[in-house]
């Protein structure tokens, strides 16, 4: 008897340990989502996002995969309320606002958002956090004009030497206009009179290659002509 007991026993522990084991190898909620998104099950993604959304409705990214799904799952007309609900509930999220505009031009409506585009990155009275977030948000719709037409406005309102001017600079790189980015960096070369080593570090990082040191050395020549002393 005392051995079909101890032997019961083990056999109940052991299939708690199996459960158990089942269980945590079980992904979890977002990473299910995800790969339904690999796997191009944008339906059963967008079920699984939405659940996670109600559970944490200022999560900008999450709500970011959420709209993702959507709009992969041609659910457009669920897209656009979810953008409004959220503008609705957290007015002072830049991304909402943005991405308002982002649907109508999805949808053709293209002077329509280019306004509203406008009037985000127009907005009045922004701090310099919120500047950042709506550049952030115009990058996460490739919509780098206006992430720059940003940036240069948070350079305006806060000074040249604030950290606006490296990521100013760091946009004009990453969209191609090397000679107005390498003039951004040489101009806060010499505007916050950096030393040898930290300048030099600064276009050892930025200057990859002969042909932006070609142009990096006429910037360069340009400033020594203005300022021959």
């Known amino acids: 008897m005392f051995n079909k007991v101890s032997t019961m026993k083990s056999i109940l522990c052991l299939l708690g340990v199996l459960w158990v ?9 977002e990473a299910l989502a995800r790969q339904y998104m690999d796997n191009r099950e ?10 996670l959304n109600n559970k944490n409705p200022g999560d900008v990214n ?3 995969a959420y709209l993702t799904a959507l709009l992969m799952s041609k659910q457009n007309d669920k897209a ?9 509930k957290f007015p002072q999220v830049m991304q909402f606002k943005v991405d308002e505009a982002w649907l ?5 409506q293209v002077p329509e958002a280019e306004k509203l585009y ?3 990155a127009d907005l009045p009275d922004l701090s310099m956090q919120q500047y950042y977030e709506a550049a952030d948000a115009f990058r996460r719709r490739t919509k780098y004009n206006w992430a720059i037409y940003v940036y240069e406005q948070g350079e305006e309102k806060f000074g040249f ?9 760091q946009m004009y790189m990453e969209t191609g206009n090397k000679a107005k980015g ?5 101009q806060m070369v010499l505007t916050s009179g950096f030393s040898y080593e930290p300048s030099k570090q600064l276009f050892e990082m930025n200057v990859p290659d002969s042909a932006d040191f070609a142009i990096l050395r006429s910037i360069l020549l340009r400033q020594l002509q203005k300022n021959p002393d």
């Open 104 to 108: 109508l031009e999805k949808k053709g």
């Open 161 to 169: 030497a604030s950290d606006f001017s490296t990521r100013l600079a």
């Open 21 to 29: 084991t089942v269980l945590s190898a079980q992904p979890g909620t």
């Open 118 to 120: 406008k009037k985000v």
């Open 42 to 51: 944008y339906e059963k993604a967008a079920d699984l996002y939405e659940e």
């Open 80 to 88: 656009e309320k979810l953008v409004s609900k959220r503008k609705k």
């Open 182 to 186: 390498l003039e951004k960096y040489v």
């Open 62 to 64: 999450l709500y970011d």
